[in-house]
């Protein structure tokens, strides 16, 4: 079992680093191919789909020179948010967004399913870490929620609403 854990735990590790800037997107590539080549045990069936399937065809859609770097950069992080998405929660974040556009039954901030938000996340995720931490404190939620709702409004033009904003009756920390 815990080959299945090291093995979630450093692809979300590296989609993270490649998140909060820490990696390009080459060198993601480089360095989840290599692990793929050097371990390839993956007795779960998420984490087969993941690395057998969807990982390729991220890392070959981001060499391909016949789009924009803005195309290019949108597709290669809706593909890695899908592989967090389908190991940390069994499902990927385009079906999540396709459910949203067909029922409207959201699990994030409908701004998040745009594709002008989604083209901007990395870059925002930086800008506002930059600001607010790592967390990992009481209280950093609303701090988070805060900067975002900031940053998001004067740095991109986006309205995007706290979840306290959506949600007033929830507790939260």
């Not at 692990?35 to 990982?55: A, K």
């Not at 996340?121 to 607010?132: H, K, S």
Request: overall charge negative; aromatic content about 12%; some cysteine.
């Amino acid at each position: 079992m815990s080959g299945i854990h090291d093995a979630r735990e450093y692809l979300k590790s590296k989609i993270n680093d490649y998140k909060y800037g820490i990696i390009s997107g080459d060198e993601f590539c480089r360095t989840v191919q290599e692990y793929i080549r050097t371990d390839p045990f993956l007795p779960n069936e998420d984490l087969q789909r993941v690395v057998c399937t969807l990982l390729p065809e991220i890392c070959k859609a981001y060499a391909d020179e016949n789009v924009s770097e803005k195309e290019r950069d949108l597709k290669f992080w809706i593909g890695l948010k899908d592989c967090y998405s389908l190991i940390e929660r069994g499902w990927t974040f385009s079906e999540e967004r396709e459910e949203y556009y067909k029922t409207g039954l959201d699990r994030k901030n409908p701004v998040e399913y745009t594709d002008e938000y989604l083209a901007i996340e990395p870059e925002m995720e930086r800008l506002v870490r930059a600001e607010v931490g790592e967390g990992g404190y009481l209280g950093f939620v609303h701090e988070y929620d805060s900067v975002k709702k900031r940053v998001l409004k004067e740095r991109y033009g986006i309205d995007w609403k706290t979840t306290r904003e959506r949600y007033p009756g929830l507790l939260i920390d």
